[in-house]
Structure formats: structure tokens, C-alpha cells
């Protein structure tokens, strides 16, 4: 089994709906993070978490919220999608250095109509 | 600002042939380097990191990368490629003393195509 999954690995919806990303590692690390992959323009952070306790926003924060129900559980929420957040959005784990490997899930194709 | 910037959006190059990809990065001190690699439908892969020491980094599937200061480049090269290497390879700095976030930041991505 995969160490980090993410589901559902494929979404379509429609502008102004609520959507849940959800995002589960094997892994038994503390920090968990939030990607997003745009064609040419690599990953940027959307928000990152060290413990059930600590949410940080990243770099692009707005209109995306997060819930760490468990160490091993961490949860991306669209509250009203739009078409720009078309993307595909990556869920990663670190161990507790800091510049260890980053684990990543395989991805979640989100389509926003 | 830290940047980094892989100038080759798309390569081709023929099995059996060399292969470098570059990356280039913006930061004052010394950073830390990452390469991944993402295979179709996959998620992001470790090929290799640098932190210091010999500027010459081996990684997995016969993946090196050389740390050149004076260029602010870290290159990755693979000396014969693979039918398999046919991937999206990106290119990622994480900034010593910063906010300690671990954050990465990373390049736009360079396709590799490896045709037979």
C-alpha cells in the first residue's frame, strides 16, 4: 500500500461548491503539506502543518482552509470553488528534519467548471 | 527573492544518449537542493539533494547532480538514458534560516521525452 494517499484522485465540480481534498500517510510523520501543481509553473504551498495543533498558511492561502483531524489526516477544503483553482493539488510528509524527503501522494485532479 | 528557474521547458533526447538538465537558483547563502522527479500520473520523487560538502551528488536510477556556486547551478545529469526516464523533472531550493517551514520552492518543470 501507498505511504501517502490522497482521494478522490480525480474531481469535477461546479463554481461555487464546497469540496474536500483529503490526504492520509502510513508514514507516521508530524509535518504534513498542501501543493499545488499549475503547468508551468511547478509546486507552490498552500498551506503546511508540523502537529494536530499547528496550521501555517503558505504562499497561496486564499480560498483554501485545512483540517488536521489526526496525525496521520490532513484535509484541504475549497469553500466556494472556482475555475481558477483548477489544478492538481499534491499532499506531501516530511520527517522531522526539516530538509528531509518530502513524501508525496499521487495527486488529485480537481476541475472546476 | 529565492527563485529557481529551469530554463528547458521540453527536452528530447534519444535512449541511450546524456542527459543534463539545468537549474539555476536565486539565494544569498547557501541552500539547500533538491531534485524530483514525476513520473505520469505519479506523485514527486527524491532523485537527489545537496546540503554541503563534495559538490558532486549521486542519487537513485543512476541520477548526479553538481552544485557549481559560482554559477548558482545545480545541473542534474544522467550519463545514458532510459526509456523510463521519460518523466517531468522539477527542480526545488529550501532556504536555510528561514521560518523553518521546510518550505520548497520550486521550478516550472522541465518535460523529458526519450524517444527509442
Known amino acids: 500500500d501507498a505511504d501517502v494517499t490522497q482521494t478522490p484522485r480525480n474531481r469535477i465540480t461546479k463554481t461555487g461548491k464546497r469540496i474536500m481534498l483529503e490526504c492520509s500517510q502510513t508514514k507516521g510523520h508530524d509535518r504534513m503539506y498542501w501543493y499545488r501543481q499549475d503547468p508551468g509553473l511547478g509546486l507552490q504551498l498552500i498551506y503546511y502543518?508540523?502537529?494536530?495543533?499547528?496550521?501555517n498558511k503558505g504562499e497561496i492561502s486564499d480560498g483554501y482552509s485545512v483540517s488536521r483531524q489526526a496525525q496521520a489526516k490532513f484535509s484541504l477544503s475549497l469553500e466556494s470553488a472556482i475555475p481558477n483553482q483548477t489544478a492538481l493539488y499534491f499532499c506531501?510528509?516530511?520527517?522531522?528534519?526539516?530538509?528531509?524527503?518530502?513524501?508525496f501522494g499521487p495527486g488529485t485532479r480537481l476541475t472546476v467548471l | 527573492a529565492q527563485s529557481v528557474t529551469q530554463p528547458d521547458i521540453h527536452i528530447t533526447v534519444s535512449e541511450g544518449a546524456s542527459l543534463e538538465l539545468r537549474c539555476n537558483y536565486s539565494y544569498g547563502a547557501t541552500p539547500y537542493l533538491f531534485w524530483y522527479v514525476q513520473s505520469p500520473g505519479q506523485g514527486l520523487q527524491l532523485l537527489l539533494k545537496?546540503?554541503?560538502?563534495?559538490?558532486l551528488v549521486q542519487g537513485i536510477k543512476g541520477f548526479e547532480a553538481e552544485f557549481k556556486r559560482s554559477q548558482s547551478s545545480f545541473n542534474l545529469r544522467k550519463p545514458s538514458v532510459h526509456w523510463s526516464d521519460a518523466a517531468e523533472y522539477f527542480c526545488?531550493?529550501?532556504?536555510?534560516?528561514?521560518?523553518?517551514?521546510?518550505?520548497?520552492?520550486f521550478g516550472q518543470g522541465t518535460t523529458l521525452q526519450v524517444k527509442p
Open positions: 545537496y546540503f554541503s560538502g563534495d559538490t
Open positions: 526545488a531550493v529550501g532556504a536555510k534560516g528561514s521560518s523553518n517551514t521546510g518550505k520548497l520552492i
Open positions: 502543518s508540523f502537529d494536530v495543533k499547528d496550521i
Open positions: 506531501a510528509t516530511i520527517d522531522k528534519g526539516l530538509w528531509n524527503e518530502q513524501f
